[in-house]
């Protein structure tokens, strides 16, 4: 009766989703576009700027020029760079403050998935003063037209420039919480390679992991539209054919923006289409015990996609098919596709499980993982405590 339910719902939200008008960013891409900037922000007339990083940017020096730019145009600008990974709501709240402060009028966020939704979420507590983070998680709890927001990723892998999602975690209870509206996506995202240069391979490789699982589970997922499919076909086929020349030399350009143009990509599959078990298990772990999100999605992927079994395997069989996996059935594929996925982790030193994982905490775990995920995500097979609790304990 649940599943029906949940399948139901899952279902109507789906066709809702292909009313709504959905927007994305206006795409600027290629090296040396963050300079556009300042022209950009001149033609909407914004006068005060509110910059959202984190701190290695500033150290670094990288975006000093683009700050000369922005004095030049006369634009006032004021930086607040002590975004955390994982950003918590402290962050939000001090930035929201920087902000007002300055009475800014937009918002340029450089900083990889965590600088860009504490921007996001900032520009929608600027829009909905009366609602704190915790009264916005969930979906559609936002409503409201929000400050223009410039989002430059500087990781390949959370596609939040384009995406009408935010994860901000509490820092009082180590918990999650993913805020979505459509009215988060965006007004430009910049997909400037250059700003990924200085990437560390940890970093690059975890990233990339986190940007192959949305398309991974935008894919697979029930109800997914012909355009998330595309997209997330892409965004597998680029970065997979991108991700260890990127990590073996990170200077190479031409691999870096593929990388970045498949994690943009995957982004809009996974806001067409959702992300599913996959990501509740991550968040939840990486809520409880601060794991990197990229490295969570890597582990945990392979795990859930072997639990998922028959209920995905033509799905991913046509994932292998993009890739050239080889194969003669949708069995035989998918297991290429779960061996690729581990040989990819292995090469680029990610780990094989997450030892951080207490047996103790796994029905909290589970709890965390199937409160975000069910009956929302439209995942190929709905998994109750059970299913769950057996994928955390292989993990
Ligand atoms: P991150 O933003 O947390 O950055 C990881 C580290 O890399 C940080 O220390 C950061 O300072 C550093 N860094 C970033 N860019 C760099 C560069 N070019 N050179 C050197 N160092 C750099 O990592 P992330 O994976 O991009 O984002 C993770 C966050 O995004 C998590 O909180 C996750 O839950 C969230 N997320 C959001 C969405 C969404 O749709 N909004 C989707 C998936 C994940």
């Known amino acids: 009766m649940y599943k029906f339910y949940a399948r139901t719902r899952q279902y109507v939200f789906s066709k809702a989703l292909t009313l709504i008008p959905t927007r994305e960013p206006q795409l600027i891409r290629g090296n040396g576009t963050l300079l556009q900037i300042p022209e950009l922000l001149q033609k909407q007339g914004t006068q005060r700027l509110l910059v959202v990083t984190s701190p290695g940017f500033i150290k670094r020096g990288t975006l000093q020029t683009l700050f000369d ?191 970045l143009l498949g994690s943009y990509y995957a982004g809009i599959a996974i806001t067409n289409a959702y992300v599913g078990y996959v990501h509740a298990i991550a968040h939840a772990v990486g809520g409880l015990y601060g794991v990197t999100h990229g490295v969570a999605n890597a582990v945990i992927l392979p795990n859930v996609l072997e639990h998922y079994g028959a209920s995905c395997a033509r799905e991913i069989g046509e994932l292998a098919d993009a890739i050239h996996l080889g194969g003669s059935n949708d069995h035989e594929k998918m297991k290429r596709f779960i061996h690729a996925l581990r040989f990819f982790n292995e090469q680029m030193n990610l780990p094989e499980r997450l030892d951080v994982i207490k047996k103790v905490d796994i029905p909290e775990l589970t709890r965390r993982a199937l409160k975000e995920a069910n009956p929302t995500y439209p995942v190929p097979a709905i998994w109750g405590e059970k299913q769950i609790a057996e994928v955390l304990r292989t993990l």
Do not use: W
Not at 75 to 88: A, E, F, L, N
Not at 180 to 196: E, G, M
Not at 244 to 257: F, L, M
């Open 69 to 259: 730019r922005l004095h030049h145009a006369g634009i006032q600008y004021t930086v607040y760079s002590r975004v955390k990974p994982d950003p918590t709501i402290g962050c939000i709240e001090e930035a929201l403050d920087e902000y007002h402060q300055k009475a800014c009028q937009a918002i340029l966020a450089i900083g990889g998935g965590s600088v860009i939704d504490c921007a996001k979420v900032v520009g929608a507590r600027v829009a909905r003063p009366e609602k704190s983070v915790h009264q916005m998680t969930g979906m559609l709890k936002v409503r409201a037209q929000l400050p223009t927001i410039i989002a430059v990723p500087t990781t390949a892998g959370t596609g939040s420039e384009v995406t009408a999602g935010a994860v901000i975690t509490d820092e009082t209870n180590h918990y999650k919480h993913t805020v979505v509206d459509l009215c988060l996506v965006p007004q430009y995202a910049i997909l400037d390679p250059s700003l990924t240069l200085t990437l560390p391979k940890d970093i690059t490789a975890a990233t990339a992991m986190d940007a192959l699982t949305h398309a991974v589970e935008a894919y697979i997922n029930r109800f997914a539209p012909k355009k998330a499919k595309q997209c997330a076909k892409e965004a597998v086929r680029l970065i997979i054919q991108n991700v260890t020349t990127a990590y073996e030399d990170g200077q190479n350009i031409e691999a870096r923006e593929h990388l």
